[in-house]
């Protein structure tokens, strides 16, 4: 993405985070779901011309993740609304794997970190997790594990794999900090860190498979 679609995007991702940290519902409400509209917007503007399956992937991957922020701004109303964006997550996620599969093959050695960050965290959360959420966490966990491992085994050239593979542990620690926060402890300014780690994950993948897709 050039300069100008960067300020814009991380422009209206700053707003939706002060929007959380002074508490204004409604300024969240405007800018939470148009973050990843927005993403997918610059994204079509780059491979419009030569639209392809892939790229209908990742359109769908942006497409899925503004469904889950939207639902997830409503959990508080509603627990259903968090399980509806677990979901939405869920097949953003499914998204993400098929993209980066078809660009790697599997190196097990790489799956060892995935796989024991994961377990660690699911140690810690399952005795915390109310008896519904806890297999559709542990599905969730599974898939966005498979995601993080894709990410590493993809063979492209250097810049496009650092953006990706950074994207995607950063989505999991995003990921794992609603976890937390939501189900074991309180952590300061939670909204913040979850939010900005999101925001980048999301463009830094977006931009990785950018880069790819030009080389």
């Not at 300069?3 to 405007?30: A, D």
């Not at 993209?99 to 994961?118: D, T």
């Not at 399952?126 to 297999?135: E, V």
Request: hydrophobic content about 55%.
């Amino acid at each position: 993405m050039n300069r100008n679609q960067t300020f814009i995007f991380f422009t209206l991702s700053l707003i939706n985070i002060i929007s959380g940290i002074i508490e204004n519902e409604w300024l969240g409400y405007l800018t939470k779901p148009l973050l990843m509209i927005t993403l997918g917007f610059f994204y079509f503007q780059h491979i419009q011309a030569t639209l392809n399956k892939r790229d209908k992937i990742v359109l769908l991957a942006l497409f899925f993740s503004c469904l889950g922020d939207t639902f997830l701004m409503f959990q508080k109303q509603n627990q259903l609304y968090f399980l509806l964006g677990l979901g939405a997550f869920l097949l953003a996620q499914v998204c993400y794997v098929i993209l980066f599969q078809q660009e790697g093959k599997s190196l097990y050695f790489r799956w060892l970190p995935f796989v024991s960050y994961s377990c660690l965290l699911l140690f810690f959360l399952f005795n915390k997790l109310p008896g519904d959420f806890k297999i559709p966490i542990i599905i969730y966990s599974i898939v966005i594990t498979l995601m993080g491992i894709r990410a590493s085994e993809r063979k492209v050239n250097d810049k496009s794999y650092q953006l990706v593979l950074i994207g995607a542990i950063l989505f999991i620690l995003s990921d794992s900090l609603i976890a937390l926060s939501k189900f074991v402890v309180n952590i300061p300014l939670s909204g913040l860190w979850i939010m900005a780690t999101y925001v980048v994950a999301q463009y830094l993948i977006i931009q990785g498979l950018l880069v790819s897709r030009r080389t």
